[in-house]
Structures are given as C-alpha cells and as structure tokens.
C-alpha cells in the first residue's frame, strides 16, 4: 500500500507535469500566432510597396530597364 507522503509526492509531480505541459503547450501556440501574424504583415508591406513602385501598372518601369541591362550581360 502507498504511503499518504508517496501519495502525496505522485499527485505533485503530475500536478507540476501537467502545469510545465500547458505552459509549453502555451508558449508554441503563441510563437505560431506571432509568426503568422508577422508573415501577414511583411506580405501586406511588399503589396503596399509593389502597389506604390508600379502607380497602378501591371508592371514596374524598371522592370523593363533591368531585362534590357541583362540581356546585354
């Protein structure tokens, strides 16, 4: 028969165990929050320059500047 200390001692590992599980558990969650939500906001950065660079043009200008500089390379 287990002692009421041996007990005792076994609930608060599993008590301590299942605190360290939630908070890691915690902390991956928030790490794949942050970088989603970093990930949306440099894509939404890169639209808005692109959007800016091309003034509303399928294409930048410079676009076409650096095809004929590297077609002479």
Do not use: C, K, P
């Amino acid at each position: 028969m287990e002692s009421l200390s041996e007990r005792t001692s076994t609930g608060y590992q599993q008590i301590h165990d299942g605190i360290i599980h939630l908070v890691d558990s915690a902390r991956t969650e928030t790490v794949r929050s942050v970088n989603a939500l970093m990930t949306a906001t440099y894509w939404e950065i890169g639209r808005r320059i692109v959007e800016f660079e091309q003034g509303g043009e399928a294409r930048a200008a410079y676009g076409a500047q650096l095809i004929s500089d590297y077609q002479r390379i």
